[in-house]
């Protein structure tokens, strides 16, 4: 067999593994850089048998209609939580796309193709195809995630996708029961640093949250439309404080809770939606944050989404607050923000230093250096393949250094197991 990396390596992002065995070409993954729009390498959809979809993010999603667009007739596995929440942040990404004046990579019809080639598959139901057995598990990172193990030729290949192994608000933590691993295609991202305890971190969310509007001011809470946004409002739901909610993550919150397997506690997170109140349409901003409030809105880093409009209204009252929930890739405004300072908007020529209180709490849904390590060592690979991680050349050398035999490839690499 060869794996061919085509994106994710060195970087976050842009996800792409290519697994080729005797008869099958499989594709895990398929997505975009998510500030540049960037895509991986080309897999040849001439010769592609099979793709697998970890997971619905648009850096692991994103670019799966354009393998259509290019002549891809094959089917694309994942569970059905999984593709109804891309379906969603494709045409999403589409408009995105549309609105920055790029040439987009694909259109609707491609979005509806791809969707016509759903293949769907529950956690836990093996798979034959060709010479392949595949199965997917509970990856922990959001509702609908996976992680994919395939089988062939007496070889066995766990690719964990974006995994947590920490039980959260929203989800479960990830399967870890797996034996007699030959490669792990593992992502890294927080190789390099440990999460702080969840609970604690929400007790330090609420109490903030009341300081602030207790003095008057409004917290904006830029969050991704899946996973964090569901996550937020069960954290929150409970203060006494009016919580709007706008952007994708209302559409995505109407969608997870159609899949109530998929989530720890359906019907708490069918009250908490329940209780928020919906901006519709642009004029019902204005009376939002005429009182103080809590506003859940997308974009995570501010580089689209309604959250950009919150975030100028609300940067030069110093009463008010921003919280970060989540990863800032480089080069996004809130990513920008965290950085430097400065609330920076170019496409509006928008620049300036506010001076509402920027907060960053890490409410990560990806694992942390100590639960990778810990995984790593109980599951004792006889390859490691790291991904998805801005540092993953130092882990790699620090797992080798505890004796595993690690690679921490480049796009482009390939590897003969």
């Known amino acids: 067999m060869e794996i061919h990396v085509l994106g994710s390596g060195r970087e976050v992002g842009r996800s792409a593994i290519l697994v080729k065995t005797e008869k099958e070409r499989i594709l895990l993954d398929y997505g975009v850089e998510v500030q540049t729009m960037e895509l991986p390498l080309d897999p040849n959809v001439s010769t592609l048998t099979n793709v697998f979809l970890s997971h619905p993010h648009v850096d692991h999603s994103g670019s799966l209609p354009l393998l259509y667009k290019k002549g891809y007739k094959g089917g694309v596995w994942a569970n059905p939580a999984a593709f109804n929440l891309a379906e969603l942040l494709l045409r999403d990404s589409l408009k995105v796309q549309q609105k920055k004046g790029l040439t987009p990579y694909f259109l609707n019809n491609d979005i509806d193709n791809f969707e016509r080639h759903r293949r769907f598959l529950g956690y836990r139901q093996p798979i034959k195809i060709g010479d392949v057995r595949a199965e997917l598990f509970d990856a922990g990172h959001l509702p609908g995630s996976s992680s994919v193990l ?3 030729h007496g070889k066995r ?13 929203l989800t479960d933590k990830a399967d870890t029961d797996y034996k007699d691993i030959d490669v792990l295609i593992t992502e890294c991202t927080y190789s390099y640093k440990d999460h702080p305890d969840r609970e604690i971190l929400a007790n330090g969310l609420r109490g903030h949250i009341r300081e602030v509007i207790e003095s008057g001011g409004k917290v904006l809470l830029p969050c991704f439309a899946v996973g ?7 954290n929150l739901h409970k203060l006494n404080y009016p919580i709007y909610i706008d952007g994708m993550g209302r559409k ?16 708490e997170l069918k009250k908490a939606f329940g209780k928020a109140r919906k901006i519709m349409r642009a004029p019902q901003r204005k009376n939002a944050i005429k009182e103080p409030c809590i506003i859940i809105a997308t974009a995570g880093m501010l580089q689209a989404g309604s959250a950009v409009w919150y975030a100028k209204k609300l940067a030069n009252d110093e009463k008010n607050s921003i919280i970060f929930t989540g990863y800032q890739v480089e080069g996004t405004p809130g990513r920008t923000l965290m950085d ?3 609330l920076v908007f170019p496409e509006d020529n928008f620049d300036v230093k506010p001076k509402m209180d920027v907060k960053y709490l890490d409410f990560s849904d990806h694992a942390d250096r100590q639960h990778l390590l810990k995984f790593i060592n109980n599951l004792n690979p006889k390859k490691i393949i790291l991904v998805h ?29």
């Open 389 to 417: 991680g801005p540092q993953s050349e130092i882990f790699k050398g620090e797992l080798k250094s505890k004796g595993f035999d690690t690679e921490a490839p480049e796009n482009g690499d390939r590897f003969t197991i």
């Open 228 to 234: 964090r946004t569901q996550e937020m409002l069960l």
């Open 252 to 267: 995505a919150t109407e969608v997870i809770l159609k899949h109530k397997d998929f989530i720890l506690n359906h019907a």
């Open 150 to 152: 395939m089988e062939a």
């Open 157 to 169: 290949i766990l690719y964990t996708g974006d995994i947590n192994f920490v039980r959260t608000e």
């Open 340 to 342: 430097t300072g400065r």
